[in-house]
């Protein structure tokens, strides 16, 4: 990936309706979404130039500015033509893509009623999320301080980019630490997430992942819960207490950046990465690429 800063790079970002350079796609630092978080967005990614379950995530795009009290002024169909062409326009097959909208300048301080709701669209290449060399050996996670909220406190069924901050700060953390990720716990301090990706585990043969109730049930997630039982696999969603994970054999996480990542480590409890946790990356990589059309 390039060490180019993202405002520097070349190609052309969709923005209100159309394709400008990249290095103009810009916003008003007095826009209401960059201080009061009425930001929502998608990370999604394109195989062989089609973009995995587009419209799912268009559709959630649209529920997340919704439950954010907004409405963006598209939609979901004019948002996936709008996603293939500044794929196309970039010349881009296998690619990460970033829809986000927000609330605009017009008005400055927590109401906005009024301002205008914009909507932009970049891809890039982003090969993998982790190190592939590391991938299969299990990535190592840490235990983050900050727990995801109650949700009667914040609205966790959208993917709000105010609810990624303390991501941010328990995933910096843990890099400090020479860890790869976090595993955030939930507000009654049962396993949630990490923070980026959801969670599974991997004991006699059954697979056990947190209820996804106060944190986001992830497309990847449904995808993959989807793939086990196609296996005939059982899968288990309940709630998970932290020490339980010393009964675990296995365990990985999921998300459109991470795929499926096998874990080694998160914080004193140990995994071996092993036959599930291979079978559902080689699934889970045969079902997002395209397929045959029929003649």
Request: proline residues 5%; glycine residues 8%.
């Amino acid at each position: 990936m390039s060490a180019t800063p993202f405002d520097q790079r070349d190609g052309w970002i969709w923005y209100d309706g159309q394709l400008v350079p990249w290095k103009d796609a810009q916003l008003h630092v007095l826009s209401h979404g960059l201080h009061y978080g009425s930001s929502v967005f998608e990370g999604e990614r394109a195989y062989g130039g089609e973009i995995f379950k587009s419209t799912e995530h268009s559709e959630r795009l649209r529920k997340s500015a919704e439950i954010l009290d907004f409405e963006i002024p598209y939609s979901a169909a004019e948002i996936d033509a709008a996603k293939r062409l500044v794929l196309e326009k970039n010349g881009m097959t296998d690619a990460y893509l970033r829809p986000v909208a927000w609330r605009g300048s017009e008005m400055m301080g927590v109401a906005a009623q009024t301002n205008k709701i914009h909507l932009a669209i970049a891809c890039w290449e982003w090969p993998s999320y982790f190190d592939p060399a590391q991938k299969m050996k299990g990535i190592r996670v840490d235990m983050a301080e900050y727990r995801r909220p109650d949700p009667a406190t914040a609205p966790s069924a959208a993917k709000a980019a105010g609810l990624y901050m303390i991501c941010t700060i328990s995933k910096h953390k843990a890099e400090r630490k020479g860890y790869a990720d976090a595993l955030m716990l939930d507000w009654q301090g049962r396993v949630a997430e990490c923070t980026g990706a959801n969670v599974f585990f991997v004991k006699d043969g059954a697979i056990h992942t947190p209820i996804a109730d106060c944190f986001l049930d992830g497309i990847t997630r449904r995808t993959v819960i989807d793939l086990a039982k196609r296996r005939g696999l059982e899968v288990v969603e309940r709630r998970i207490m932290p020490e339980e994970m010393s009964g675990f054999q296995e365990c990985f996480i999921t998300g459109s950046a991470a795929e499926v990542t096998p874990v080694a480590e998160i914080g004193s409890y140990t995994f071996t990465p092993g036959n599930i946790s291979k079978m559902l990356m080689d699934d889970y990589t045969a079902e997002v690429q395209p397929k045959a059309k029929a003649a």
